[in-house]
């Protein structure tokens, strides 16, 4: 990683056609990424479990892909930070699952959003 700051997510309840590139893709309008990987089923290697893994290289672009993503390929998305460069990966505040979302990321590092809106980057 090139900068002293980063962050990594899991992305959870991915659409099973979501590739790591289509979720680079969408995850570099909030900032750089480092990498982008869907983990793929144990069972079954040419499928995706559904669960994923992103690497920003700042703090802030993970927290506002957290906050703001809340679903991709027509599927809602629960998003954990799980490691920072600053070692604030521990779950914080609430989690929330069900239609009401949001919330910054400084107070929760868990968010489900389980609506559809559309955000322009």
């Known amino acids: 990683i090139k900068s002293k700051t980063w962050a990594k997510i ?18 570099q309008m909030y900032g750089p990424v480092e990498s982008a990987e869907v983990v793929m089923d144990r069972d079954n290697p040419n499928r995706s479990s559904g669960r994923a893994f ?4 700042s703090i802030l672009a993970a927290q506002e892909c957290a906050k703001d ?3 991709l390929d027509g599927r809602p998305l629960k998003i954990t930070i799980v490691s920072t460069s600053d070692g604030s990966s521990k779950t914080r505040g609430r989690q929330s699952f069900g239609g009401a979302g949001g919330g910054s990321l400084l107070s929760e590092s868990s968010i489900h959003v389980a609506k559809s809106k559309s955000k322009a980057k």
């Open 10 to 27: 899991k992305l959870s309840n991915l659409a099973f056609r979501t590739s790591s590139a289509r979720l680079r893709q969408v995850c």
């Open 54 to 57: 992103v690497m920003f290289e």
């Open 69 to 71: 993503l809340d679903e």
